[in-house]
């Protein structure tokens, strides 16, 4: 489907702008200690999937895999000639659940070989308790719902503190956007896009489309 196409397609009315959330918080625990809690299908709409979704039931497995900032950084590389597009969001974000939907637009509306897409799930907050592990039933859940097969699914085995110190973010929603060439060109949150927030619409898909008109 040509990349025109798609961004007509996210045009959509009523589209939920976001609101940041900051680490961090276990909602699972009912320990909060800054997160918007939310459960899973929180502030996602039924209808929040660009275009006409298909139905559950002929979606593909999702795959979830748990990894570490040094394995990130691996499969970005892997990625060298495509812009890659990193969504990091958690199941206590509804604004991170709202945009969702949008990176899975991307990755099946986008030609393979220009455009990579990956989800950074950043529950994980570094409870003895609570591995990374733990968290794996209930993410893979609203990714099977969202029906993200084709997008790169992993779960943070850094803490989410840990990853937005090493991407600089002050909150999540965050989108990380790197050029054909491996670089990080853009790292968005609501800190530093427009006046109603982070979306893919107004931010993620302008910069998108400006990389791939530059192969």
Not at 5 to 17: D, K
Not at 53 to 71: G, Y
Not at 184 to 196: I, P, R, Y
Request: glycine share 6%.
């Amino acid at each position: 489907m040509p990349f025109r196409h798609l961004i007509s397609m996210t045009l959509l009315t009523g589209l939920s702008m976001l609101s940041a959330c900051t680490p961090s918080q276990d909602t699972s625990s009912g320990t909060s200690t800054g997160k918007t809690t939310a459960p899973p299908n929180a502030g996602v709409p039924a209808t929040a999937t660009v275009g006409d979704p298909p139905q559950s039931d002929r979606s593909q497995e999702v795959e979830l895999t748990v990894a570490d900032l040094a394995q990130l950084s691996e499969i970005i590389k892997s990625h060298a000639g495509k812009v890659v597009v990193v969504d990091v969001w958690s199941t206590s974000c509804a604004p991170c659940m709202r945009e969702f939907p949008h990176l899975v637009a991307l990755s099946k509306n986008t030609e393979s070989d220009k455009l990579a897409c990956i989800s950074l799930n950043v529950d994980y907050i570094g409870l003895k308790s609570k591995p990374p592990e733990s968290y794996l039933g209930k993410v893979q859940e609203f990714l099977q719902q969202q029906q993200a097969d084709q997008v790169t699914n992993l779960l943070s085995a850094a803490t989410d503190e840990a990853v937005l110190s090493e991407f600089q973010l002050v909150s999540i929603p965050a989108i990380l956007i790197y050029s054909v060439d491996g670089n990080l060109k853009h790292a968005l949150t609501d800190a530093n896009t427009g006046e109603d927030g982070l979306s893919y619409e107004g931010d993620v898909i302008p910069m998108v489309t400006a990389l791939l008109a530059a192969q």
